[in-house]
């Protein structure tokens, strides 16, 4: 279920207000140059390459917009409350909680998802499955994207910086060994394709 979020947050500061209001009023006092954030209620974001345009209310968060919203319901919610990384999405190229983000806050960003990264057959998919990296599964789907966002940035990371990358992200069934192992695998096979 989706948590009844009682406080907004103001994107540029951080400053907290009670109504959609309230927060609108003081975008609009203490950052009048960098505009409103998404008037009326509206918009427009890029997800797994596609355009959409939405009406949401203040208190949906992205997770609710997506999984909820619009039908991908790769991420999970395990926590609800950022503590746990199954909810993981990449925004604007960095890896977020996405029960912890306002869907308001991401008016002009582009979000990626696991449907996304499965769908653009990307290795980590079949490098997950190979090395058994799950067992009920609920947290793959943030591990997966999280790993993305990693080797977006870093094509060859050490076991290392696999494991500081993924400490946000819990497993109830303890598969952590099996995942710097899969990364690894799928930055050898993106090494590989590029030679
Ligand atoms: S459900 Fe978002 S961090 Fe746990
Ligand atoms: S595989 Fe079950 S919670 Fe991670």
Known sequence: MNKEITKLTCPYCGETKDTAEGLRE????????????????????????????????????????????????????????????????IVDGKPVLSCMMLAIECDGKTVETVEGIAADGHPLIEAYVNNHAMQCGYCTPGFVVTSKALLDHNPDPTEEEIVEAL??????????????????????KMKAAKK
């Not at 954030?37 to 509206?42: D, I, K, Q, T």
């Not at 797994?48 to 208190?59: S, T």
């Not at 400490?167 to 050898?188: D, F, K, M, W």
Request: aromatic content about 10%.
């Open 26 to 89: 003081h975008v609009f006092k203490s950052h009048k140059a960098r505009g409103l954030p998404a008037p009326e209620g509206r918009i427009k974001l890029i997800i797994n390459r596609a355009e959409y345009e939405f009406h949401v209310k203040p208190n949906w968060t992205l997770y609710y917009l997506i999984h909820d919203k619009l039908g991908l319901t790769g991420a999970k919610q395990f926590c609800d409350r950022g503590a746990c990384g199954s909810c993981t999405m």
């Open 167 to 188: 400490a946000g992200n819990l497993c109830r069934c303890s598969t952590y060994p099996q995942h710097p192992i899969a990364v690894r695998e799928a930055a050898a």
